[in-house]
């Protein structure tokens, strides 16, 4: 069992950190709104330090889990960031979904600093971090991997070695193109099922087992039916993780017209005030709510 930091307990971070303290890590939390880490304290035990350099003193392994570039930024270079205070030989697991650029940046940073950094973005949403089985996309050095890897386990289902610095952002990107493409067909599927009279509940259950079939329709289809949407992956997030997908695709030559089209979809809807819902409220602008 290893001394661990976790920075950044939010939807994601909060019970992800919870896991690695029921597998008998040493874990101490750093969390920017103070009130958050103490409650993390008092469900999990552990410690709670007030800045993140004081979290990851003496760590073997540090993990954050925060907002956009902006954030790993803080937490990492700020005042009182954690790169200052890693000691040589250690590992720091980024579980952002951030930029490629940042990470190749932050991996140089720590290289220079004597520790190793792996950029590791997850899929599988609020509910795969709380029961601990989300997919973890990495980027980095193979022996830093192998060290982490178990640790990594504690929250994780499958957990993968995708290339060098940036590849496991790169691989989170693909995982949102598809998953934009998926929302909006399923959007549009609906809409246009129900437009035509059908029985959109017993269609999906039809259709779910043939070709159309997908996580998003049989996680969210019954939910779009039906109008909710207060829950999951929200709009803003996806439009920070879009912005990244599209910077990326503007600067390697990838067409994402799709990408791009849907994006500007999710604009209308944060425009109905959808910006905290699920994506799957994609729909709300084909219905006009
Ligand atoms: N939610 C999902 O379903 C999901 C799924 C896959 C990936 N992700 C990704 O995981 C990351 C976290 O998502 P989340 O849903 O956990 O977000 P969240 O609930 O909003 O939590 C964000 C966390 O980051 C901290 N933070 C943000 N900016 C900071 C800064 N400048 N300095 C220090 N701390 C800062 C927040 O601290 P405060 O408490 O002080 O605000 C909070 O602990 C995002 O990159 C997101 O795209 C989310």
Known sequence: MAKVAFLGLGVMGFPMAGHLAAKGHDV???????AKAEAWVGKHGGKAAATPA?????????????GDDPDLREVTLGADGAFSAMGKGSI???HTTASAKVARELAAEAAQRGFQF????????????????LTV???????????AKPAIESFARAVALMGPAGAGQLTKMVNQICVIGVAQGLAEAIN???????????????????A???WFLENRGGTMVDGKFDFGFAVDWMRKDLRICLEEAAANGADLAMTKLVDGFLADVQKLGAGRQDISSLIRRLRRE
């Open 28 to 34: 101490t939390v750093y969390n920017r709104t103070r």
């Open 54 to 66: 004081k979290a990851v003193a003496g760590a073997e392994i540090a993990f954050s889990c925060v």
């Open 92 to 94: 720091y697991v980024d």
């Open 118 to 133: 792996l950029d590791a973005p997850v899929s599988g949403g609020q509910a795969g971090a709380e029961n601990g089985v």
């Open 137 to 147: 996309m990495v980027g980095g050095a193979a022996a830093a991997f192998e060290r």
């Open 192 to 210: 246009f099922g129900a437009h035509a009279g059908l029985d959109m509940k017993r269609a999906l259950e039809v259709i779910s087992k043939g």
């Open 212 to 214: 159309a079939t997908s």
